[in-house]
C-alpha cells in the first residue's frame, strides 16, 4: 500500500535516500510457512514427549537418584518455554527464520555431547539445557510467524500448525524406546539429535513476513532519526511490560493460568510412563501410553483451532473448559490405573484436552495483546509456562516421596488444573476492548513518512 507525501509514494522516498525494501513475498507463500513450521514442530518441537520414556531408561542406569532425574527431566521439557523470551530476542534482532535454523543446531549440539556423559551435571547443561533451548526456539519461532501471516485467522492456522506436536507426540516415545533396545541411551541421543537436526531444511523456508521487514525498516529509521535519550532499550522493554502486562489484567490472569496449566502438564507428562510402570505396565506399554498422548493431541489441535475461531464461542471458553475437563479426569487417576484399557484411555484423553489448551496460548495472547506486541507477549507467556514446567515434576515428586503415596502427586496435579479454570474466567472478566491487529504499513509507516519535525514516535 503507497502511503503519499507531497505526491512521491513512501517507497520511492526510501529509494532515494539509499534504502529499498524486498517485495512480501506472494500470498501464496503462507503455505509454505504453514507446511514448514508443521514438520519443525513435529521434528523439534514435539522432542519435550520423549521426556517420560527417556526418564526410565536413565534411572535404569542406576547412576542418578528420583530426585535429581526429577529436575532434569523438567529442565528439558521446561526449556521450550523458558526460553521464550530469549527467542523472542532472537526474532526481534534477525527474523524466526534465523530462530527456527538455530535451534535445529542447538539440538544437535545438546543431543550429541549428551551422548559422551554421564555426569548428571553435565547433562544438565547438554541434555536440560542446550537440547531444550534448542526445543524452546522452533516452538517459540514458528508459532510467532504464524502470527505475523495469519493474525486474523489465528487460532485455526496455529491448530493446523500445532497438530505437528500431537503427530509427535504420538511417534517420538514409540520411537525413542525402540531406539533404546535397539541402539542404547548413547546411540538414542545421537539418533534424536540428528532427527532435530531436520529443522534447519524447513527453518530455512520461512521468509520474513511483509510485517517482519517493516518493523525491521522502522526500528532502523528510528535509530537513525531519534535523539540517544530516546534509545534506551529498558526503558522501551520496560514501558512495553507497563502496557502488555501491568495494565492488561486479562493478560495478567491469562499468564497466571497459563503457570497453573504447566505445573500439572509437566507433572503429568514426566511421571505418568513411570507410573504406569510401577503399577504393572511394560516399557513397551508406558510408551505406548505416552504415544496415545500424541495421538489425542492431534486430533484436538485442528478442531480446537477451528472451534475457537469462532467469535461465538471463544477461545477463552475452550481454555477454562478444556482444563477443567483435564483437572477432572486427572483426580480419578486411581481409577484408570487399574487396567491397561483404563491407561491408554486417560492417556487419549489426557494428550487430548492438553492439545486444545497448548493451541489455544498464542491466540488468546494475540487476542489480549495485539499483534504489534506478540513476539513480546508470546515470549513472555512461554517464559512463565516454562517456569511452571520447570517445578511441577519436583512438587509432585516431592509430594509423591512425603506421602508414599503416587496417586496424591497427581491429585495435586488434577488441583492446579482446576485452578488455571478459575484464572480463564477471571481473565473473561476482566477482558478489554481487544487491540487493534492493523498492519504496520497502515499506521507506523504513515508516521515515518512525515517531516521530521512532525513525527510522533510509536511503539509497537
Known amino acids: 500500500m503507497a502511503i503519499e507525501q507531497e505526491g512521491v509514494p513512501t517507497s520511492a ?3 532515494s535516500t539509499g534504502e529499498t525494501t524486498n517485495p512480501p513475498p506472494p500470498d501464496r507463500w503462507r503455505w509454505v510457512i504453514v507446511v514448514s513450521a508443521f514438520f519443525s514442530m513435529f521434528l523439534c518441537g514435539s522432542m519435550g514427549y520423549i521426556t517420560g520414556v527417556v526418564h526410565i531408561s536413565l534411572d535404569e542406569t542406576g547412576l542418578y537418584g528420583v530426585e535429581e532425574l526429577a529436575w532434569l527431566g523438567s529442565l528439558f521439557n521446561c526449556m521450550f518455554a ?7 530476542f532472537v526474532i526481534s534482532m534477525f527474523s524466526c527464520r534465523v530462530c527456527v535454523v538455530l535451534s535445529g543446531v542447538t539440538c544437535l549440539i545438546g543431543f550429541a555431547l549428551s551422548s559422551v556423559v554421564t555426569d548428571i551435571r553435565l547433562l544438565f547443561i547438554t541434555y536440560g539445557f542446550l537440547a531444550g533451548l534448542g526445543r524452546g526456539l522452533t516452538y517459540t519461532g514458528s508459532l510467532v510467524i504464524v502470527g505475523y501471516y495469519f493474525p486474523k ?4 492456522v496455529t491448530g493446523l500448525c500445532t497438530t505437528g506436536v500431537g503427530l509427535g507426540m504420538f511417534v517420538h516415545p514409540r520411537l525413542t524406546q525402540a531406539l533404546l533396545d535397539f541402539y542404547g541411551l548413547e546411540g538414542t541421543f545421537r539418533l534424536i539429535g540428528a532427527i532435530s537436526f531436520q529443522t534447519c531444511v524447513f527453518g530455512s523456508l520461512m521468509r520474513p513476513s511483509k510485517f517482519e521487514r517493516e518493523r525491521q525498516l522502522i526500528e532502523k529509521r528510528r535509530k537513525e532519526e531519534e535523539n540517544p535519550e530516546t534509545q534506551n532499550r529498558f526503558l522501551n522493554f520496560w514501558n512495553t511490560f507497563l502496557t502488555v502486562v501491568i495494565k492488561n489484567v486479562s493478560f495478567s490472569f491469562i499468564v497466571l493460568g497459563a503457570i497453573m496449566f504447566s505445573i500439572g502438564f509437566s507433572a503429568v507428562l514426566v511421571l505418568l510412563p513411570d507410573f504406569y510402570y510401577k503399577n504393572g505396565a511394560t516399557k513397551q506399554e508406558a510408551a505406548m501410553a505416552a504415544s496415545l498422548t500424541g495421538l489425542g493431541g492431534f486430533i484436538s489441535r485442528t478442531l480446537v483451532g ?3 475461531n469462532d467469535v461465538n464461542i471463544g477461545k477463552m471458553v475452550f481454555f477454562s473448559g478444556t482444563n ?6 486427572t483426580f480419578f487417576m ?3 490405573v487399574k487396567t491397561l484399557t483404563g491407561r491408554y484411555i486417560y492417556a487419549f484423553l489426557f494428550g487430548t484436552y492438553v492439545g486444545s489448551v497448548l493451541t489455544l496460548l498464542t491466540p488468546i495472547t494475540m487476542d489480549s495483546v495485539g499483534v504489534n506486541n506478540l513476539a513480546f507477549g508470546v515470549g513472555f507467556m512461554m517464559f512463565f509456562t516454562g517456569a511452571g514446567c520447570l517445578v511441577g515434576p519436583p512438587i509432585a515428586v516431592a509430594i509423591w516421596q ?3 503415596d503416587y496417586i496424591k502427586a497427581f491429585l495435586f496435579a488434577g488441583m492446579v488444573f482446576s485452578v488455571a479454570t478459575l484464572c480463564g474466567f477471571l481473565s473473561e472478566l476482566c477482558k478489554r476492548k481487544p487491540p487493534s491487529t492493523e498492519s504496520v504499513t497502515e499506521s507506523t509507516l504513515t508516521i515515518i513518512s512525515r517531516p521530521r519535525e512532525e513525527q510522533i514516535v510509536e511503539r509497537f
Open 334 to 336: 486411581s481409577i484408570f
Open 13 to 15: 522516498k526510501l529509494e
Open 82 to 88: 523458558l526460553t521464550g523470551p530469549a527467542a523472542s
Open 306 to 308: 477451528i472451534g475457537s
Open 402 to 404: 512425603t506421602s508414599g
Open 153 to 156: 485467522d489465528s487460532s485455526l
Open 324 to 329: 477443567g475437563i483435564i483437572g477432572t479426569l
